[in-house]
């Protein structure tokens, strides 16, 4: 069964980006948090392409280039003209004395340490070595990534950072490469939706990768900053649906909520929606993945995978049909915004 290749991220200045309804996330091919073997990596990318997945996002940060390097030799075997590739600026990976390498959440990465730099000459720095670990003559989509207070770790730091981006030159550079067609799209990829709207208040970007902000959990991107992105066009990339675990494990004990245990209500809450979702035998996993396509500010959901059962699992969740009482019980007992479209009523529209 294929992933369909119907969207776009859309935007004004370039040509269109197509994207399938189905991405795939690199972070894992950094080894996040485990190992994850050469092989059982190039056999997780060639079975997404082989399901039909052609949007293929990774980042410096994720195994500090360790991931890049893996898609490279994937898009080798695929073409790079048959792909549509995402990556990202904002961390230069520096050579570095073993005690000085920045590893973050990632295990057996190279010696290397991140600089964050959003400057002109940070952005053009950082996108060529991207292109030199990936092998690839250009990116479809570069966004500039954390700027977010999650990942900056205060308000005052990531103001910081977002006056470097447009005071030091970053955005210029990103419009100059979209200018001159080096890439189509200019975004952000962020685990806030707080600071997609700021950006948008300052710059003219094509579309963001939001990591979580938007799922079964969590709709308070539908009070202004997702009906701002159907007013300019922006596309979202919809990055982790089950917010970081929970969604696709269930209320077990231990489940992760935005990379840490769960507090009490998220895991109440969560049973809640497993019962409708039990009710109507219906996987949690399933309708978490699907449930984020109903907006049509969404173009695409990029789950990630460590090797060629994760990839044929995502595929299936995809492809299984939810009954659309699922969905109007999840919003009858106030469980999902009544403002949240259903992907129901976003396939009615298509």
């Known amino acids: 069964m294929t992933v369909s290749q119907t969207e776009l991220l859309n935007h004004r200045t370039t040509r269109p980006v197509p994207l399938t309804r189905m991405g795939f996330g690199g972070a894992p091919l950094g080894n996040l948090y485990r190992k994850v073997s050469d092989e059982d990596a190039h056999a997780a990318l060639q079975a997404a392409y082989d399901a039909g997945i052609r949007f293929f996002d990774t980042a410096p940060q994720y195994g500090l280039g360790r991931s890049e390097h893996r898609f490279g030799k994937a898009i080798a075997r695929f073409g790079r003209e048959n ?10 990976l520096l050579d570095c004395e073993p005690h000085e390498v920045t590893p973050e959440a990632f295990v057996d990465v190279p010696q290397k340490r991140i600089v964050f730099d959003y400057t002109y000459d940070g952005v053009m720095r950082s996108y060529e070595a991207s292109r030199n670990r990936i092998g690839v003559a250009n990116s479809d989509i570069l966004l500039v990534h954390d700027v977010c207070v999650f990942s900056q770790g205060s308000q005052e730091m990531s103001d910081a950072k977002v006056r470097e981006l447009f005071d030091g030159g970053g955005y210029k550079a990103l419009v100059e490469l979209r200018d001159a067609e080096e890439i189509a799209a200019i975004g952000a990829g962020v685990n806030e939706w707080q600071v997609c709207e700021r950006l948008l208040g ?5 579309g963001f990768l939001l990591a979580g902000r938007y799922t079964l959990l969590e709709q308070e991107a539908l009070d202004s900053f997702l009906p701002l992105c159907e007013r300019r066009d922006v596309g979202i990339i919809l990055g982790g649906p089950y917010n970081s675990g929970i969604l696709a494990t269930g209320a077990v004990p231990s ?43 969404v173009k695409t959901v990029v789950p990630g995978a460590v090797n060629v059962a994760e990839v044929q699992a995502n595929v299936a969740l995809m492809d299984r049909n939810i009954p659309v009482g699922l969905w109007s019980d999840l919003r009858s007992e106030g469980l999902i915004r009544p403002d949240a479209p259903l992907p129901t009523e976003a396939a009615n529209a298509a």
């Open 83 to 92: 792909i549509q590739l995402s990556t990202k600026i904002g961390r230069l």
């Open 202 to 206: 300052l710059g003219d970007f094509d």
């Open 255 to 297: 489940a992760k909520y935005n990379y840490a245990d769960a507090p009490d209500e998220i895991l109440d809450r969560v049973r809640k929606i497993e019962a409708v979702c039990a009710a109507h035998n219906t996987p949690l996993i399933a309708a978490a993945l699907q449930f984020v396509l109903g907006h049509p500010a």
